[in-house]
């Protein structure tokens, strides 16, 4: 069934507890010898019934946060986020997803190097690289093998046991995984908890797989997305500059009217603002304005 079928499965283990209520009565009225013995193996049989119902519930529940998870990853590759926003995205949806403390993401520059990118708490706050006095060789080790690590109780590990920081900060459950795109590398992410053991499961680790290949997608799409407009900024720029040169050209040409550019853009920014007239149609009269005495260069003295 799928974890949207939840109050069905209630209403499943509801009906059965009122079966094993009605036997429970009847054989309470029928008396006899081995009635005691056989109210006592039903009534075994109900609490555990109670039990399972609740382990299933709550697996059911914890199935369906991590598809949410799953899915707003998911939302976050489809967005046009900034990486700034999605690397929060990531770094929340996983300390939540994990029942984490703590964490932060690692990302591999041109040289090949891994630096903190972002580093945040339970509560959605942003901490300093100096709060994570982790030792390096689990992310190298990760980073190297493209392997994730994770430990239920990584003070009794025998791969942390020669790791000084994990037993000075007392750490206890560790998830540590590789960011990669089309199996290149690109970052680690690393999540702790301090306080509790056994909150990382080994059989999350094909959900932290998932997880993580999303994430790294999501990842490389807000970094092409920064990108792009990093260069239309310096396309911008560059265009302004052009625009600007032509017109010191244009001054240097025609001495006699010397800055009249300037002042016939600055009265038709003026007169287009009263208009109202804003944003990019602005940016558009405002160089239409620049250019409006640039047939002149073309003239013979």
């Given amino acids: 069934r799928r974890p949207t079928d939840i109050p069905s499965f209630q209403k499943s283990f509801q009906d059965v507890r009122a079966l094993l209520m009605n036997a429970t009565s009847s054989l309470a009225s029928a008396g006899g010898p081995e009635s005691a013995n056989i109210l006592r193996n039903v009534s075994r049989i109900t609490q555990a019934l109670v039990d399972i119902e609740q382990a299933v519930i709550d697996q059911l529940k914890n199935r369906e946060s991590q598809l949410g998870a799953l899915m707003g990853i998911g939302r976050a590759i489809n967005s046009s986020l900034g990486l700034k926003r999605v690397l929060e995205e990531v770094m929340d949806t996983l ?39 982790v030792s390096r060789t689990i992310v190298e080790r990760v980073a190297a ?20 920081s994990v037993a000075a900060y007392q750490l206890r459950s560790i998830l540590c995984a590789p960011l990669k795109m089309k199996d290149e590398l690109i970052g680690v992410i690393y999540v702790d908890n301090r306080a509790r053991a056994g909150i990382f499961q080994v059989h999350d680790q094909k959900l932290i797989t998932a997880f993580s290949d999303q994430a790294a997608v999501a990842i490389d799409n807000a970094q092409l997305f920064d990108d792009l407009q990093a260069k239309n900024r310096e396309l911008e720029e560059a265009y302004q500059a052009t625009l600007e040169g032509w017109v010191s050209a244009l001054d240097m040409r025609d001495k006699e009217t010397e800055g009249h550019t300037q002042r016939v853009t600055v009265l038709t920014q003026r007169l287009a603002k009263a208009m109202g007239v804003n944003g990019e149609q602005l940016v558009h009269i405002t160089r239409g304005a620049l250019l409006h005495d640039i047939g002149k260069m073309a003239i013979p003295d």
């Fill in 95 to 133: 300390i939540a997803l994990m029942r984490a403390e703590r964490g932060f993401l690692m990302l591999r520059d041109a040289s090949g190097h891994l630096s903190v990118r972002i580093a945040r708490g339970i509560d959605h706050s942003n901490l300093d690289e100096d709060a994570f006095k």
């Fill in 145 to 164: 093998t493209g392997e994730t690590i994770l430990t239920t109780n990584a003070q009794e590990d025998p791969r942390f046991e020669n790791q000084m």
